[in-house]
């Protein structure tokens, strides 16, 4: 039961943290400095989310199957081959790499 | 929403068929969260509110990863809540680029996450914008939702979802958001400095934390690279330029 009350209040916190995003004035959107903050920092949570995902397992750094999901991905992009493409790529990979037995 | 009004034209949108297939494929790594949450010692239900009501996949998993790594439902809370902390920054963007008003804004909330943001920033015609925004956010909502059922239904006659690669489809999906955002130097910089600070931040904060690090490493580049910009310094360098000049500066 008492874990069903965190789980209530984590969403109850997700929904306002998103909402709350929606309700910033205006004024400050129309800022150029706070745009250009607003698209680096987009580039840096894309970026980090993709390091996370390839080599953070809890808190410990693992190189496993998903550096070659990584590397999959990156030939794929170079190759300008479509977005699920590209995600089925990387699923391959990591999924071959497994199979033989690394990560 | 977006449907309905011209069909034809939505098929031919650049913006619909991203979002698509980014909600095909986002989708189906719900059925990992499903197996790996009831793996974790998560009911069906608890699963499934996570999946309807947190909806967000990171903080998801944070969720159950601290549960299942023996934590306490407090450090599960404040690990997930950490982490959708920039769900509040998309919401920002989202506002700004869309301007959602009544009832809508309540809706665009609950689907603000990384991929429906990434579509639609990731389009400059504000029509596209919100198409794949909407698209992406109510086709990840739906299939999300079902695939976390499958996987938490069949998760252990599924095996490990790692043997199926879904955790490289991850790292897939997040690098071919990025990837479109890669041009010029300063975007280079940008990600390779959050990177490194993530790596570096991964073993001495609990997870979650190292994504908000590099969220602040890049606000404080995004803020000082502007003000150097004012000034008239290196303006080659910055791929906004274009942006700027539709707007003339007068502070000079």
Redo the contacts between chains.
């Keep these: 039961m ?10 109850g ?3 306002l ?6 309700f ?1 004035p ?1 004024k400050l ?1 129309e800022s ?2 706070i ?22 397992s ?4 693992v190189l496993d ?2 550096i ?3 590397a ?3 030939l ?2 170079w190759l300008r081959a ?3 493409v ?11 790499l ?1 199979l033989l037995g690394w990560g | 929403m977006t449907s309905g009004s011209a069909p034809l034209k939505l098929r031919e949108s650049p913006a619909f068929k991203i979002a698509l297939s980014l909600s095909i494929a986002t989708g189906l790594y719900g059925v990992s969260f499903g197996a790996l949450s009831v793996a974790s010692g998560f009911d069906f239900w608890q699963t499934m509110v996570l999946s309807l009501l947190l909806f967000s996949g990171g903080s998801q998993f944070a969720f159950i990863g601290v549960v299942a790594g023996g934590g306490s439902g407090v450090a599960a809370m404040t690990a997930s809540a950490l982490l959708g902390l920039r769900n509040g920054i998309y919401g920002m963007q989202i506002n700004a680029m869309l301007r959602p008003g009544g009832w809508k804004r309540y809706l665009s909330a609950h689907v603000t996450i990384d991929e429906s943001t990434a579509t639609a920033s990731g389009q400059t015609d504000p029509d596209e914008q919100r198409r794949g925004f909407w698209t992406a956010g109510i086709g990840i909502f739906i299939l999300w939702n079902i695939f976390t059922a499958v996987g938490a239904l069949a998760g252990d006659a599924m095996g490990d979802p790692k043997q199926w690669g879904l955790d490289g489809a991850a790292v897939a999906a997040f690098l071919a958001l990025l990837w479109p955002r890669l041009k010029g130097r300063e975007p280079w910089a940008i990600a390779a400095a959050c990177a490194l600070a993530t790596v570096l931040a991964v073993p001495f904060v609990p997870s979650g934390v190292p994504i908000l690090v590099a969220a602040v490493v890049a606000g404080i580049i995004g803020w000082f690279s502007h003000a150097r910009m004012d000034e008239g310094l290196e303006p080659d360098v910055d791929p906004y330029a274009e942006k700027r000049q539709q707007e003339p500066r007068s502070n000079a």
């Design positions: 008492n874990l069903w009350l965190w789980i209530l209040i984590a969403c916190l997700a929904y943290t998103k909402l709350l995003g929606y910033v205006a959107l150029p400095r745009m250009h903050v607003a698209g680096t920092m987009t580039i840096g949570l894309l970026a980090s989310l993709t390091v996370v995902n390839a080599v953070a809890g808190q410990a750094l199957a998903r070659g999901a990584l999959a991905a990156a794929a992009l479509p977005f699920l590209v995600v089925i790529s990387g699923a391959a990979a990591a999924a071959l497994r």
